[in-house]
């Protein structure tokens, strides 16, 4: 497939080139070319229309925390004020809103809903711009894998040009300075947990990474959060090229603080987006950049606009040491690009941070249009489920999706996981009885079946951040062996959390009724959502 894309080109490269009347030419799931759209056309594209898109062309997002599993549950109103994730993991109104709930939904023995589970949070990501994300894990008999998305996936990329990213690492040496400081020095990438609130305790998780006089840092180690860092911390960090994930709206929600971004870049670290997942953070990549934006004016980060985009594109690349292929656009590059309607007068930028789902034209990951307007998805040749955006129609096309799942449309999917939340107190008993989501008639299959194995739940042998020692007393609070053995709660059925700010009428209002947000932050955000 072949075809050359019109528009103006914010190519996140280094030296920040913008080509205001563009033409990128693409074969296969490579960019031949980029350059002005009246300049010659290379080999082999003569005769082929170009397509003009009429709007802005960026990178596809590359989100590097994301727990996907849980991104159809809705917002939760945090009650309290926290300092360290201990605190609200064990919280009980989070059990009976997050954690319980979505137990339930991965003890289903029904395939649909798993497909539906999957297929959901991908859209939520897809319609937000992301081309790539973290993988939803799946376990069977004596199999673990991953869910093969519509987006590329850093865990598990699916193609040998692109190194895997670890995301969890082996229980036992996350519990060993030893063995953790060997996994750290032999990864390409290695996105952990770290230092997860703004408090002293949160801080020792970091702080236990030092031994003899020695980190276990490095190249590979990119800390997701790292909120109770200070400047001396990352300065240790930049001397050892080590790199933060940034998800500010989840610290906002849960500790009414975040990471201290401007101590990081002072230091010299890298710093990447992550949405984190619906309960207590943004719908999608898309969102948290207004969020970041926020931040970076309340709390005088010193960031510019296209510095918040790089965050999203082009820094994350070269934290999972992909910025070969993708997280800018130039020729030799994988064609990962979204198109969005911006004025051409307007910064690309500042356009692209106040842009809304609905401003989100067309999604293209490894040359293969994902999802976009019916005009653009008909003039590249594709076809695909129809369905509306708030009040746009859009075409979406996942291509061949997971054989090991039923195939569902997303349609079908947003129905499985409106019936799936408003049964979750008798889910598993309507189940025996033989009902499935939607009236789904459910029959014992001789063929292993596959369920979600959530992160933050299920012990598979694996941590999602350090379990070292520091003072003799374990850092990692999934460490704790009485994690995930609470009392039943009585659950109450859930609404679904919208896919996108465009069909969610209330999401502003439900993030000024946050009680963590500083004040400053939600006048920030009113500006992007009144």
Not at 48 to 64: A, M, N, S
Not at 88 to 100: C, F, H
Not at 343 to 362: H, M, N, V
Request: include cysteine; aromatic fraction near 6%.
């Amino acid at each position: 497939m072949k075809y050359i894309l019109l528009g103006r080109v914010v190519t996140m490269d280094s030296r920040s080139t913008v080509i205001s009347d563009g033409a990128i030419y693409v074969d296969g799931n490579a960019i031949v070319a980029v350059g002005e759209h009246d300049a010659a056309a290379p080999a082999g594209f003569s005769g082929i229309k170009p397509v003009k898109t009429g709007g802005t062309i960026f990178p596809g997002f590359i989100e590097l925390h994301n727990h996907l599993s849980y991104d159809s549950l809705p917002l939760w109103q945090v009650p309290k004020k926290f300092t360290n994730r201990n605190q609200w993991q064990d919280n009980a109104d989070y059990t009976s809103k997050v954690s319980a709930p979505m137990g339930v939904i991965a003890g289903s023995s029904d395939p649909r809903l798993l497909a539906a589970v999957a297929r959901y949070a991908e859209t939520k990501c897809l319609l937000g711009g992301v081309s790539t994300s973290q993988g939803i894990s799946l376990k069977g008999d004596n199999l673990k894998t991953t869910y093969r998305s519509a987006m590329r996936v850093v865990d598990d990329p699916g193609d040998p040009a692109f190194p895997a990213a670890n995301t969890r690492i082996p229980d036992v040496d996350a519990s060993s300075w030893t063995s953790f400081k060997k996994e750290v020095d032999n990864a390409s990438c290695l996105l952990l947990h770290l230092s997860e609130g703004l408090d002293e305790k949160a801080r020792e998780a970091f702080l236990a990474l030092e031994h003899g006089g020695k980190w276990a840092l490095g190249p590979a180690l990119a800390g997701i959060h790292c909120a109770a860092l200070q400047a001396a911390d990352f300065a240790v960090m930049a001397a050892k090229q080590s790199s933060v994930i940034w998800s500010p709206l989840s610290n906002l929600l849960l500790y009414g603080g975040t990471t201290d971004i401007k101590a990081a870049r002072a230091a010299g670290v890298r710093v990447a987006l992550g949405s984190d997942w619906s309960p207590s953070g943004s719908k999608n990549l898309l969102n948290e950049l207004k969020v970041a934006k926020a931040a970076n004016e309340s709390f005088g980060i010193g960031l510019s606009d296209r510095d918040i985009v790089a965050m999203a594109t082009s820094t994350p690349a070269q934290i999972v040491k992909w910025d070969a292929l993708v997280g800018s656009i130039a020729a030799k590059k994988r064609a990962d690009f979204m198109v969005v309607s911006a004025p051409s007068s307007a910064d690309p930028y500042t356009s692209l941070i106040k842009a809304r789902e609905s401003d989100l034209e067309l999604l293209i990951i490894d040359g293969r249009p994902v999802v976009g307007t019916p005009a653009l998805m008909a003039a590249l040749g594709t076809s695909g489920e129809s369905f509306k955006l708030s009040a746009h129609k859009r075409v979406i096309d996942y291509g061949p999706g997971d054989a090991r799942v039923p195939t569902l449309t997303y349609a079908q999917a947003h129905a499985a996981m409106v019936d799936a939340l408003s049964r979750l107190p008798h889910l598993h008993t309507d189940e025996k009885a033989g009902k499935g989501v939607n009236h789904h008639v459910l029959t014992k299959s001789a063929a292993p079946q596959l369920h979600l194995a959530l992160d933050e739940q299920h012990d598979g042998g694996y941590a999602l951040r350090p379990r070292l020692l520091f003072h003799g007393e374990p850092t990692g609070p999934d460490a704790d062996p009485h994690l995930g053995a609470k009392a039943p709660v009585a659950l109450k059925p859930l609404k679904i959390d919208p896919p996108t700010v465009a069909d969610d009428p209330h999401y502003a209002a439900n993030l000024q009724a946050q009680i963590n947000i500083p004040a400053e932050i939600k006048l920030q955000l009113k500006s992007f959502y009144d």
